[in-house]
């Protein structure tokens, strides 16, 4: 069979989601269903890959889904937590404080605390914190989504303490034949994937704000998001540049966590100061919660509850939060011991069904402990009531049964995709007959594609993790086959598999569904797969310029498309910033 002709029935699982997820708008729990089955069919009699293994894929994947539940569930409670205890509330309160500037406050949450959370804990958990907290604040629940999953990009590449980079490039490599130590080339690889997210990520905040006022303000303009691009760029280089440091001075581990806590330090300072902050006259706020679109609003309702004293301290509301940060950093660092406690107890399945694969979660490490934890400690904190803090628990357990039916879809599709190499065709997995089929088309263009590739894997697997495993290694062999610098091919898909996360289908699930927006995550994809497709394209160019120029010069197709594109930016601003 014809490389090109592979590589199609590879994507139809992938045209199944863009078709009825995306296209027509159906919930997830429809569409998935579909290609889950295409996926399976494909294996079975295309790749002729045994039952066994596509059974033992499936099951695998249902362990996934759970686990995923679990955090959704952890994520759901410790907000349910907050607003019965009446800690919500007072933080609610502290961010009217600092503004009451919905733009202000989502760059603050969404871009900075996100970042952070993203550092310490990676595998969607920002979203599972960021997004809550949001909704809490009075955010319509699509727009916390939509914002929350933007900023799944710059930060992921280093999350989970560098986990993308050390575990996902550095085990993609191990089989590349390199005789120099590896790590360091793994390092100088992670250096390369923070300049080229610093540059590509600059716009980030402005593209969240934008898109809120936009597809969320009562004008339905850009316009109103870039009158606040000072304060979006200050808040952006606040991260990005410390992050950028952090990279090429202290290796993989610690740029996102370290570039979200400065940046959250500088600008919550600067704007408590009203630096580059917009008037209370021109604070931009939604409509009424009456006057919005059915589509934005979550099973969730978020009530005004009060402390039962009538007062609550802001570092006494805020003390969960500040947990939560604080477990994650201290159980996902190595030179610590909670690190070998957490990873202690491990749950497994091996070889099922006497197959290679097996399945396996570690319970204490899952984030979703930590929620529970933290949630338990404030019930003591706060001083809740049994009955309230039963009520959070009864709301948090109907939430993730809502956002079950999708996900136990569309995480053992995912599996099959992943796991259908091996088959008796002769065949190479699914993920890798695509990226061949692309790869015969681009030839030497293949940088401005190397960031799609990337993305597309973190669109299967909902994971930069596993997607630069899958394709690290074959994206250094067409680096070298093309005649460039392999390792800034490798970047590119570092940096494409990380802005990947934002059009994700099961992280957009788990999102969704921590503020009750089940079914409604097409909508969700059709927005930040705009903001994908101007990450990757990006990237792609600057590392076209990049890895090119030595032999086509300054001015090569992708300075030209790099230098477009950056003109486009700073005409919308120059056009728009004063607009009301």
Known sequence: MSTGMLAFLSLLPILVVAI???????????????????????????????GANVAAASINGLVVAGTLLYIIFGAILLLNTLQESGGLKTIRRGFTDISPDRRIQVIIIAWLFGSFIEGSAGFGTPAAVAVPLLVGLGFPAMAAVVSGMLIQSTPVSFGAVGTPILVGVQSGLDQAGITDNLLVLVTDIGAKVALLHMVVGTLVPLIVVAFMTRFFGKNKSFSEGVKVWKFALFAAFAMTLPYLIVANVLGPEFPSLVGGLVGLLIVVTAAKKGFLMPSKEEAWDFEARSKWDPEWTGSIEIKDIAHKSGHMSMVRAWSPYILVGLFLVLTRLESLPFLEWMQAWTVSIPNMFGTEISASFQPLYLPGTIFVIVSLITYFVHGMSVSA????????????????????????????????????????????????????LAGEYWPLFSSFIGGLGAFIAGSNTISNMMFSLFQYDVGSQIGVDPTWIVALQAVGGAAGNMICVHNVVAASAVVGLVGKEGAVIRKTLIAFLYYALMAGSIGYAIVWYAQKGLFNIGSGIAVAMAIVAIYIIATNHKRV
């Open 20 to 50: 009825f997820l995306v296209g027509l708008r159906w919930p997830a729990s429809k569409a998935m269903p579909i290609s889950y089955v295409v996926a399976v069919l494909l294996a079975l009699f295309v790749w002729q890959v045994p």
């Open 389 to 440: 803090y039963k009520k959070a628990w009864a709301q948090s357990g109907q939430t993730m049964i809502a956002a079950s039916t999708a996900l136990i879809f569309t995480v053992p599709m995912v599996q099959v995709f992943l796991n259908s190499g091996g088959g008796a065709a002769g065949f190479e997995g699914m993920p890798i007959e695509l990226a061949n089929g692309v790869a015969a």
